[in-house]
């Protein structure tokens, strides 16, 4: 038993959906529910525990990368070597020190 679960209980039918996901009960039935229904019984089975599997992530935009993100190549832009963070001093002015 890791200790993550140690502390952790999983829902059960009856009690409120605090998030909304598909979750699978006991017996492997999934369901997608949103946050305010009630962890339904199964059918054939009762009242069981319900295990969240997947998180229902809506990010409310139109399915584009941040263009932030994008990598992009920096070969066209000669003056982009000396923006870098880390870049290094060129040899001449390593010389022009000693």
């Known amino acids: 038993m890791s200790s993550r679960n140690h502390h952790e209980m999983n829902p059960i039918s009856g009690e409120p959906v605090e998030v909304e996901g598909v979750y699978?009960?006991?017996?492997?039935?999934?369901?997608?529910?949103?946050?305010?229904?009630?962890?339904?019984?199964?059918?054939?089975?009762?009242t069981t525990e319900w295990e969240l599997v997947e998180i229902e992530f809506n990010n409310h935009h139109k399915g584009h990368t941040d263009p932030r993100l994008v990598p992009h190549d920096d070969d066209d832009d000669p003056e982009a070597h000396m923006q870098h963070p880390?870049?290094?001093e060129s040899s001449s002015k390593t010389q022009d020190k000693q």
């Open 24 to 46: 699978r009960n006991e017996w492997g039935r999934e369901e997608k529910l949103d946050r305010g229904d009630v962890f339904p019984a199964d059918p054939t089975q009762g």
């Open 86 to 88: 880390r870049r290094h």
